[in-house]
């Protein structure tokens, strides 16, 4: 994809960004709708030139992700613009479920609350600005569900058209929610690794003029959004860091975005430099980055997904080998959970802290469970565990064991009969 020119560079706005930074060689190159480093093809992210910013500056935002502004590549003014306005979810005291499996403290933070109830709503909004500046008029996805909804509500919210792309076995509530905001749905006959093959490939093509991909030639913008889970995280939990954090791994984009938030944090001066662990979870049935880091390895090997978790089902992750870096450096772990151990952790997680997750969710907080039984996380440790989504969307996984306790005639008689 070709890099914008220094004429175009010039009239836009992407507040403190200045720069494409490779994360592999470190060349730096203008910002433009570029994924790939031109210099030794790998991944583009965004570097910053911060301003002074305070706590009070920030808490005397908006309540969502725009309170940071200042520490995201939009422009000042992005509040003001029709956009979906996600973030500042609930960061929920988890006490019912901490006693239940023996930790001192912990917290889920609930992103179910966005505006199409994932955490997807906080990268489209960024690529959605990203978007705006580079003149696009399409935006388009690959997509394993969550994030096809965020970007047609999106799109409609900024009055662009939409186009996007996902495996065609997608659970039937994520097509239905992705498609009444408009625009086309295309069910691929694959995998999610299909869809983004194809998905690149239209980007060459002139079918794909003018379209903003979120997750492809959008996605170093695209990523930030993440980083407002850490921001949030902190400053939900006083300005300071967890000691410990559970995220759910599909690209693994979300996780290595945490990290840098934090570390961002640390070097404005926000926070407390502190150590923290990060752990990343899978679903067994799409493990490949935990089954390197258990085989001790630094290649990620792909794998076709078989799992309810067909959130996190990206058999050939983009970001496999630096989420083993972070887990490693932090001192956290990877680690995967068997589909019945999903819906088992749905179910206790909505039993003890009202949160129905969806599987995402049931990936986190069964990973927890078994973290802390085998003494491989710290119980005394202040904990965040996320939940990543809203569990209307994956019902399919708990219908067999979310039935009536009974079906009774209306008498008390019967209700005695049926409880005695």
Request: contains cysteine; hydrophobic residues 45%.
């Amino acid at each position: 994809m070709a890099l914008a020119t220094a004429e175009t560079t010039t009239s836009l706005d992407f507040g403190p960004a200045v720069a494409l930074s490779c994360r592999e060689c470190g060349a730096r190159s203008e910002l433009g709708p570029s994924f790939a480093c031109p210099e030794c093809f790998g991944p583009l992210e965004i570097a910053y030139e911060f301003p002074r910013v305070t706590r009070e500056e920030i808490a005397a935002g908006p309540a969502n992700i725009w309170r940071y502004r200042s520490l995201l590549p939009v422009p000042v003014d992005v509040a003001a613009k029709r956009n979906m306005a996600p973030g500042w979810t609930k960061l929920v005291k988890a006490d019912n479920l901490a006693r239940e499996l023996g930790i001192r403290s912990l917290h889920v933070k609930d992103d179910s609350g966005n505006p199409t109830h994932s955490f997807k709503d906080r990268v489209v909004a960024i690529a959605v600005e990203a978007a705006r500046n580079f003149g696009f008029h399409t935006l388009s996805c690959s997509s394993t569900g969550n994030l096809a909804g965020a970007v047609t509500a999106a799109a409609a919210r900024a009055g662009l058209d939409a186009c996007v792309f996902a495996p065609a076995d997608l659970e039937e509530a994520k097509i239905i929610m992705a498609s009444v905001y408009g625009g086309r749905f295309v069910g691929i006959e694959g995998t999610y690794d299909d869809v983004n093959r194809f998905c690149s490939e239209l980007i060459g093509d002139e079918l794909g003029d003018k379209w903003g991909f979120v997750n492809v030639n959008l996605r170093p913008y695209y990523a930030e959004g993440s980083k407002t889970l850490a921001y949030e995280i902190a400053e939900q939990l006083g300005w300071r860091l967890p000691d410990q954090i559970i995220v759910p791994v599909a690209s693994g984009s979300q996780l290595t975005k945490i990290d840098k938030g934090f570390k961002e944090l640390v070097a404005l001066g926000l926070v407390e430099d502190r150590p923290y662990k990060i752990f990343a979870a899978q679903a067994e049935g799409c493990s490949p980055v935990s089954a390197a880091y258990k085989a001790g390895h630094d290649v990620v090997r792909p794998v076709k997904p078989d799992t309810i978790a067909k959130s996190l089902a990206i058999g050939n992750p983009a970001d496999g080998p630096y989420v083993l870096d972070i887990a490693r450096r932090t001192g956290g772990a990877v680690e995967d959970v068997t589909d019945p151990e999903i819906v088992d952790a749905i179910h206790l997680l909505a039993r003890t802290e009202g949160i129905f997750a969806e599987t995402a969710g049931g990936v986190t907080v069964g990973v927890l469970r078994k973290l802390v039984a085998e003494g491989r996380l710290d119980p005394d440790a202040e904990t965040v565990v996320l939940n990543t989504g809203d569990g209307l969307k994956t019902l399919d996984a708990v219908a067999e064991r979310a039935r009536p306790t009974a079906v009774i005639r209306p008498s008390l008689d019967a209700f005695r009969a049926a409880f005695a």
